[in-house]
């Protein structure tokens, strides 16, 4: 795919958009259930305008659905989703306001790529000129009149995107959309995003793939079970962790989850704390008569705080604090 040159808050023939300023994205108190079972638990969190936000979370976590609520692709049983102040539906024009990828293979198979975004721009007055950009941009200019069923896995995503961008929206909606690109595809599309929100355009991605996260996202999101787990920047979750050494870390891990410490070995005789601070560590090793070796910050991958955040289960008392 090739970098984008045109502003994806730019105006269009059919008018001027809302400035992307506007496009922050709230969700209160999200809660679905199908049957028994609930798949978003009273979520609340908001994604501010001119940061990639990215939403993380194992299988089953939720995800997907939260997005589609955020799409008026399913309904939610309590709760809201506004963007900009309005829900999605209510919004005066949605598809040039939201680009989105929620489902895979959302096109005709016997339709050719060119076509299916030609049907696109038609139904939201967008001109034929930018369907020939965007296939440029994300690199389906050479297959653009192949049926799109016979696309490969990383074509079909980039169909995706490129249907995503056609409108030229102010918000990004995007569940997985690096699945199935190739290494100079991931990077152009990490460009792309980063490019979109520094111009103050509002990214919200959802992404299994942790490393590309690390490198992209401003702003993470985690749930887990449908529940919150934590939120913020994502370099300071990073480093909202403390190392510390002691020949006694099993006794030392008592007395700091008793006091309300999470935490996970490291070695034989290190310990990851977070929820305390440095200061408070020491205090309580000292008051149970621990020598410790090293008390140092932590920064962990994001790898290995996704691993620590969603290892067990949420509970309701837990807070957005990492």
Not at 188 to 212: C, I, K, N, W
């Amino acid at each position: 795919m090739t970098t984008p040159s045109r502003s994806a808050a730019a105006v269009h023939d059919t008018g001027a958009q809302v400035p992307v300023a506007d496009h922050r994205i709230d969700v209160e108190h999200l809660t679905k259930r199908y049957g028994d079972n609930t798949v978003v638990d009273d979520l609340t969190f908001s994604v501010p305008a001119g940061r990639v936000t990215g939403f993380l979370g194992p299988n089953g976590s939720g995800k997907p659905t939260t997005m589609k609520i955020m799409l008026d692709v399913a309904a939610a049983d309590a709760g809201s989703v506004s963007i900009g102040g309005h829900r999605y539906r209510d919004l005066p024009n949605p598809a040039r306001t939201v680009g989105a990828i929620v489902e895979s293979d959302a096109f005709h198979p016997g339709r050719s790529g060119r076509n299916h975004l030609r049907i696109l721009a038609d139904a939201t007055g967008i001109s034929q000129q930018r369907v020939d950009d965007i296939l440029e941009q994300v690199d389906l200019a050479g297959v653009a009149d192949r049926r799109a069923g016979a696309y490969s896995l990383g074509m079909r995503q980039r169909l995706g995107l490129a249907a995503a961008l056609l409108g030229e929206p102010p918000v990004l909606v995007l569940d997985e959309p690096g699945n199935g690109l190739d290494p100079q595809g991931i990077r152009t599309l990490r460009d792309l995003l980063r490019q979109h929100a520094s111009r103050g355009g509002t990214v919200f991605v959802s992404s299994h793939l942790l490393s590309e996260v690390e490198h992209l996202a401003d702003d993470v999101i985690v749930i887990n079970q449908g529940r919150l787990i934590t939120h913020g920047a994502l370099a300071e979750l990073q480093h909202a962790a403390s190392l510390v050494r002691t020949l006694d870390a099993s006794r030392l891990a008592d007395a700091l989850q008793q006091a309300g410490a999470t935490l996970r070995t490291d070695g034989d005789d290190g310990l990851v704390v977070r929820g305390m601070s440095l200061a408070e560590i020491g205090d309580h090793a000292f008051v149970n008569g621990i020598a410790i070796h090293e008390l140092s910050p932590h920064a962990g991958s994001l790898e290995e705080l996704f691993l620590d955040w969603t290892s067990t289960a949420p509970h309701p008392e837990e807070s957005s604090q990492p």
